[in-house]
């Protein structure tokens, strides 16, 4: 049937020997079958493949793991790390006011990682576009895009240099998801952003595996791949030239976090500051656990290096310790990764290309559908039959010189968008809760009263706009006025309307 092809016969011969010696030769069995457009769209994707990579990623992985080695883990040791919580308010005005001067110098960027799908959510819309059911109805994207300008409004009021107060936002998509962001970006105008400080790029994949290690294909003419994971962020960041486009900007250090965290405080100066102020190369926030067996990765030390520790690796008696040594005291492994980092461009560019081809990659068995070459038929499973492989994004921290760990109050920057609709946890619910209540703190805290219980807030809505307020500052005018749900204070006049 293939006729018209694109490419010379002897290419063809060389990818079919190639990939026989991969031991993948099955992805080519029935290339004569397909229209001269599937065939061209086949080949393509075969020839850009590593499969050799893949195949050393499966062994090292699957095949012949290392020898799983807990090694020593210890706490973090007291003095490690700072804290907003219980650092004098002195202090976090210094971090504050040394993040904002490097925010108003155009020397910080932000890195989103947005390659999740809303399937969970019940949406086919990448998760970034989701609305958690705010008054304004705004998506998370929207959120966070507004944060951004009022941090950079807020940074060129301190400098006087509202030209350099600008921070780049780079967006880490999948494939899956990159045309969907695309369009949704240039639908809304950016959300305001400027679109030449705005850059999308895709993170990379790897192809799905069954258990004996043979590739699968998703249609007769297009292999099933898979994103390679958060940690997959770094050799894209390379490969997208993202670095250079940074560079070009005068950035000289990032923020990185998930796009599913309603809550974030996007280049958050305090933690930026805080990271400057102790050199570090490469920083993480933590917030403490809810309890001793939430199940929750920490940050601790593994071998004497930072580390995340699934709480699967932690034992009970492990789990329960405390630095006091008192059944209330604080937990030992309280530190809980929330995937929220500062590195330096130096770091991302000169020390990460080193230490990625030593990183390791994960098992993530999954339900793949997947074409039957045999029957001619799309097999959709109903329990795992295939690997995914992935690295994790924190798997670059034993390899940190210079780490900043920074524990936040978990109410101000973190509830995570991970569960369907009416789940008891990280579901749209919580999220629009948690959010409610923060802007409920902001406005209390600058004066501000309510005619309601704080359900009836909830149940009504109360939402103060990023683009007024980022972190609580500038509600001033708030102060001895009541306030009647629902509302939401989409600029400074509305609060001098109140």
Known sequence: ?????????????????RYREAGQGHLLD?????TAEQADALFKQLSSLDVEAANKYFDQTVRNPKQADAGVIEPLPTGSFASTINSPKEKLVEWRSKGLSHISQGKVAVILMAG?????????????????GMPSHKSLFQIQAERILRLQEWAAAGSGNKESSTIPWVIMTSEPTYEATRREFEKNDYYGLKKDNVLLFNQGTLPCFDFEGKIFLESPFRVAVAPDGNG????????????SWLRERGVECVHSYCVDNCLVRVADPVFIGYALSQNAECGTKVVPKASWDEPVGVICKRNGR??????????ESMARQTRDGTPNGELSYNAGNIVNHFYTLDFLQFRVPEIESTLEHHVAKKKIKHYNSETGSLEVPGKPNGIKLERFVFDVFPYVDRMAVLEVERADDFSPLKNAPGSATDCPETSRKHLIQQCVRFARNAGATFNATDKEIEEKGFEI????????EGLEGLAGKQITVPLHI?????????
């Open 232 to 243: 997959g962020i770094y050799g894209a960041l390379i490969k997208n030239n993202v670095i």
């Open 490 to 498: 989409d600029s400074p006049a509305k609060i001098n309307d109140l």
């Open 116 to 132: 999740g799908q809303g399937t969970r959510l019940g949406s086919p819309d990448p998760k970034g576009c989701y609305d958690i």
């Open 1 to 17: 049937m293939v006729n018209s092809i694109s490419f010379p016969s002897e290419a063809l011969g060389k990818l079919k020997d």
């Open 30 to 34: 029935n290339f004569n079958d397909l």
């Open 306 to 315: 930072y580390s995340v520790v699934e709480y699967s690796e932690i034992s």
């Open 465 to 472: 706009s990023p683009l007024v307020s980022y972190s609580g």
